[in-house]
Nanobody, 125 residues
């Protein structure tokens, strides 16, 4: 069992940057692959970025590739999402998730076992 708490969301202007953080407790983070998903009102929750247990194999949605960077600090039980060059279409609630399939940065929502409560990111034009 692992508990996940996201932080770092907020209201920014287009072109700005934000850094989301996900703090894990209850289990060792290195036991999990980690991912970030987002959900805008009226839309499905979609994959944003994922990383395997080691942090060496990240994966990104095409819509954020080159702008977002996922990283992790297993010693501190934290995962981060650095978001640069934000666009209004990035507006959503962002969720951190943990998958027991630790060797893969899976993009499949159903393969994630634990979820945080989400943090809101709003990008104004």
């Amino acid at each position: 069992q692992v508990q996940l708490v996201e932080s770092g969301g907020g209201l920014v202007q287009a072109g700005d940057s934000l850094r989301l953080s996900c703090a894990a407790s209850g289990s060792t983070l290195s036991s999990f692959a980690m991912g970030w998903f987002r959900q805008a009102p009226g839309k499905e929750r979609e994959f944003v970025a994922g990383v395997d247990w080691s942090g060496l194999s990240p994966s990104y949605a095409d819509s954020v590739k080159g702008r977002f960077t996922i990283s992790r600090d297993n010693a501190k039980n934290r995962v981060f999402l650095q978001m640069n060059s934000l666009k209004p279409e990035d507006t959503a609630t962002y969720y951190c998730a943990a998958s027991q399939a630790k060797y893969f940065a899976t993009r499949t929502r159903d393969l994630y076992d634990y979820w945080g409560q989400g943090t809101q990111v709003t990008v104004s034009s």
